[in-house]
């Protein structure tokens, strides 16, 4: 038998579940997740339903908008909060079918009383930018989007792994030789021309030094000297 009627203890249980949401708000830490990789907006709606926005800066999905609604209004902490979806952006860990945001930590058989707001936004922040493989939807669009992320990902390790190898490579290798084209592209002179050129020049200049030099007139053996230079330099 009840002793007061069934709505009021609603509200009761809505009332305490919002009471300690409002203290999960004023946790400072909220703040930090907002940052250079992932922008979050929380605001509370008129029903008392909790707005969260999202927008990535990094990841796949960057610069794309997500809109989360979170009722937190029935038995919480003891039951996680429900989350759906505000906007039509896709990403692969979201169904848009029931408009569900598949996330690991609010599962039934995961979720702990001691979490709270900041441990939600969190991971629905980590599964945003990089997608938890773990919870796809059986979803034929979800799941060609996570399968093109890993085949990404399987590239580019690959390509990281190549070059990572070239360069241990490259560091093994105290001596090599540089191409005539790179040398061409950056104006890097080749020392083997540069050598024969200048053999070439001290040729040159030997072969047309006077025989003798006068050294009893000092200022004409200057003069001299001046007019062979400019000579060779023109």
Sequence with gaps: MLLFPLN??????EQCSL????IDMLDHKLNQLNDDTCEIT??????NILQIQMRPKIGP???????????????????????????ETLHPNIDRKNQKFYLRLIEQQNWKPIYGLFEIVEEMKKTLIHVDFTIIPNETICLKMAQ??????QLDNECENQINSE???DQETFDFEISRAFKMNFEIVDSS??????????????QNLPAIINLQNTSKH???????????KS
């Excluded at 021309?193 to 030997?206: C, G, K, R």
């Design 222 to 232: 200057k003069q001299n000297d001046n007019m062979f230079f400019i000579k060779i």
């Design 193 to 206: 021309q540069y050598n024969i050129q200048l053999q070439s020049d001290s040729q040159h200049i030997y």
């Design 148 to 153: 093109q992320i890993l085949n990404q990902n």
């Design 19 to 22: 009471r300690r949401l409002q």
């Design 61 to 87: 999905y960057k610069l794309k908008n997500y809109l989360f609604l979170l009722d937190f209004r029935k038995n919480y902490p003891i039951s996680p909060p429900i989350i759906t979806i505000g906007s």
């Design 8 to 13: 009021i203890y609603r509200n009761l249980n």
């Design 42 to 47: 929380i605001k509370m709606d008129k029903d």
């Design 167 to 169: 360069y241990d490579s």
